[in-house]
């Protein structure tokens, strides 16, 4: 079954660092577009960030450009996110996302993992 | 970044009502409209691509249409696991952008 796992979150006081990360599974990973999309607690759905396939290309929602930093080891099969100056109104379930290769939409999505900032 | 407008925010429905979702863009997008299905405790689920594609595996009940700014999801007999928030999402632009979201409870 293709899959996406993500793991790194946790609590972080405001102005530290983060890193998550999602390992895909049982699909060629390098082939495909990632992303990163976030929901804060009662709040909707955020779309973060995108990499290129070839990890060439890269987009940032404005409300996390020069912060945030989007990567990939396609040789591990592992999309990346490095989170920089964390605040508060980050915290949120940040989900990995597969955009399918015949649709331009997220088809696979993993499980999420939590980034909660506070002191 | 191109603005979404979701409507209504909430609507309460019975089993065997036909629901309608709206979803405008600020600017055109062609067809580059998603729609997905989140429920709480899991991964949101895609239901259209392109505004009018249904995704493999979901239920033929739901249907989506439009193009341009206006866009709309229909469930044509809402049944008891469609009770959810709905989000539509452009791909349009390198900033892809969510609408707020439609929670759809039981009436």
């Known amino acids: 079954e293709m899959q996406l796992v993500e793991s790194g979150g946790g609590l972080v006081q405001p102005g530290g660092s983060l890193r998550l990360s999602c390992v895909a599974s049982?699909?060629?990973?390098?082939?495909?577009?990632m992303h990163w999309v976030r929901q804060a607690p009662g709040k909707g759905l955020i779309w973060v960030s995108r990499?290129?396939?070839?990890?060439?290309?890269?987009d940032y929602a404005d409300s996390v450009k020069g912060r945030f930093t989007v990567a990939r080891d396609n040789a591990k099969n592992t999309l990346y996110l490095q989170m920089n100056s964390l605040r508060a109104d980050d915290s949120a379930v940040y989900y990995c996302?597969?955009?399918?290769?015949?649709?331009?939409?997220?088809?696979?999505w993993g499980q999420g993992t939590t980034v909660t900032v506070s002191s | 970044d191109i603005q979404m407008t979701q409507s209504p925010s909430s609507l309460s429905a019975s089993v065997g009502d036909r629901v309608t979702i709206t979803c405008r863009t600020s600017?055109?997008?062609?067809?580059?409209l998603n729609w997905y299905q989140h429920k709480p405790g899991e991964a949101p689920k895609l239901l259209i691509f392109?505004?009018?594609s249904l995704q493999s595996g979901v239920p033929s009940r739901f249907s989506g249409s439009g193009s341009g700014t206006d866009f709309t999801l229909t469930i044509s007999s809402l049944q008891p696991e469609d009770f959810a928030t709905y989000y539509c999402?452009?791909?349009?632009?390198?900033?892809?952008?969510f609408g707020q979201g439609t929670k759809v409870e039981i009436k």
């Open positions: 999402q452009q791909s349009y632009s390198p900033l892809w952008t």
């Open positions: 049982e699909f060629t990973f390098s082939n495909y577009w």
């Open positions: 996302v597969r955009v399918g290769g015949r649709t331009h939409a997220f088809d696979i």
């Open positions: 600017q055109s997008i062609s067809n580059y």
């Open positions: 392109d505004a009018s």
């Open positions: 990499i290129k396939s070839d990890g060439s290309n890269t």
